[in-house]
């Protein structure tokens, strides 16, 4: 069983679109993220998500919004789409006070904006 | 805001060398955790150091967290092609949020 999973894998669009990326967790985990990997493999933090607190890395436009369905989902939502927003986008998540606290990640959403 | 920088880059050994990628927070961290990243893959989880000076080993991996728990490192004794991928560290401060290292990208020459 995949523990996080996001659709889709690739996602090719044109400046100025609107898109979302899906992501999904069957481990019962309370707290999601996203992060972007660029194209020298930089992983930034861009949002940490539970079901009573967001927090958003100041860097991150305001293009980009979470939305989260429920407790299993984080969605990724963003808005006129850049040449810059073209990354993998990986999903996490984590239990909070769990020992180690380790995140696990998604298999990733290659962006490409053109 | 938490800095984390890792040294070097990019790494390329023989196999059978050693390897060792270094990590330096720009604050002190409640834990450090690492993790491997293959070709083409997503991050996966290696360990999680808490206590300070702490070491720890699994199998061919040797982590270490540095007194002042500010640095850590990952030493690889006699690497393998399988051993190939992007290595992270990963600083985590008083809340939930992890800031991650550059990665250390590590090629193996059979």
């Known amino acids: 069983d995949t523990a996080v999973s996001q659709t889709p894998k690739y996602l090719v669009t044109q400046m100025g679109n609107d898109k979302s990326i899906k992501c999904e967790q069957n481990l019962g985990h309370d707290t999601m993220y996203w992060y972007k990997q660029d194209s020298k493999k930089f992983l930034k933090i861009m949002f940490s998500?539970?079901?009573?607190?967001?927090?958003i890395n100041e860097t991150v436009p305001n293009r980009f919004s979470p939305k989260s369905p429920d407790k299993a989902h984080l969605n990724l939502h963003i808005n006129s789409l850049e040449l810059g927003d073209s990354a993998v986008y990986f999903c996490a998540s984590s239990q909070r006070g769990q020992r180690p606290n380790e995140q696990y990640f998604g298999p990733g959403t290659r962006l490409t904006v053109t | 805001g938490q800095q984390v920088m890792q040294i070097p880059q990019y790494q390329h050994v023989q196999e059978g060398e050693d390897f060792t990628t270094y990590c330096n927070s720009s604050?002190?961290?409640?834990?450090i955790q690492w993790y491997k990243q293959r070709p083409g893959g997503h991050p996966v989880f290696l360990i999680q150091?808490?206590?300070?000076?702490e070491v720890k080993k699994q199998k061919r991996l040797t982590f270490q967290f540095g007194e002042a728990k500010k640095n850590s490192s990952l030493h690889i004794t006699a690497t393998q092609t399988t051993d190939v991928g992007t290595y992270f560290c990963a600083g985590q401060g008083a809340g939930n949020m992890l800031t991650f290292g550059g990665g250390t990208r590590l090629m193996v020459k059979p």
């Open positions: 604050t002190t961290l409640s834990n």
């Open positions: 150091l808490v206590k300070s000076g």
């Open positions: 998500y539970n079901n009573k607190e967001l927090i």
